[in-house]
């Protein structure tokens, strides 16, 4: 079915005038008229009464025009908005994210996303690093917040659109009877026959290769009694004695059980950072680069007392 005939009848209905109709259509009169026809003929029915004086609209006229009138507008106001905007009035932002980035920079984010883009509708995905940023490469999410450790290539590889947001030494974490809970500072091979709690090598593989670096550079290798468990559980572990881990900074902030400590290391130089990633392509949303570009702006300042 036609719809430009549908359009076309809408106009001539508002103004009751072919002259009117025609000119503001941008369309000859002949034109318009033999549409209206077109459209009657498919219809089955007469939606026009045309004398050489006036034109009136019948019965079924009246109703089509009722009817079809409210749609038509919502197309017509639709196109012009995004038109306008240059993007979906009403969008929605997927944001994947490590826990300790959602605690750190979020808040922050959406406070701002709140202020300059108020229509928009934000979906939160607390995760690991790897998920996120698989979500990325199966654009099942717009940006992402996510650890990296040094020397790190996988996104590099990915093509993916990165900005380093903060920077993070790692700390011992012990239980509060421990021997060096309550030092200021620690040289890590201190920890050196200490059963640690590890981290598993395909779920959290930053901050397997963290530990596993600090520990080699110390030398020696990490005597691991158990790998894997979330933050909580690796928590629970430390709480009652079970071993010893090592976190980033940004990660023991995290921490809310009053029978873990967590000790400085000296000579750390190995650092987990926190990046922002994205696809840029032809087709990322106009709002996902509206709030990367807030993001920029906004964590630049801040950023930089992290790196």
Sequence with gaps: MNL???????????????????RYLHVSQPGLSQQISSLEKELGFKLLKRTTRRVTLTDEGAFLYENLKPSFNKIENTIEEIATLKKVPQAIIHISTVPSAANLWLPSLVKWMGETNADAELYLDETTSKVAIQSIKKQKSHIAFVRMAPDSSELD???LSTYELSQ???MAVV????RFANDDILDLKQLKDEPF?????????ELYYLLERACLQAGFVPNTIC?????????TLISHGLGVTLMPEDMVQLLRNDSVKSVRLSDQVLMSSITMIWEDTLYTPQVTREVIGIAKDEFSSIASQHL
């Design 4 to 22: 430009l005939g549908f359009r076309y009848f809408l106009e001539v209905a508002r103004t009751l005038n072919f002259s009117e109709a025609s």
């Design 227 to 235: 790998s894997g468990p979330e933050i909580m559980t690796i928590e």
């Design 197 to 205: 709690i590890h981290y598993h090598p395909k779920n959290s593989p």
């Design 175 to 178: 239980s509060k009877d421990h």
């Design 157 to 159: 590889q990915e093509n």
């Design 168 to 170: 993070h030494p790692l």
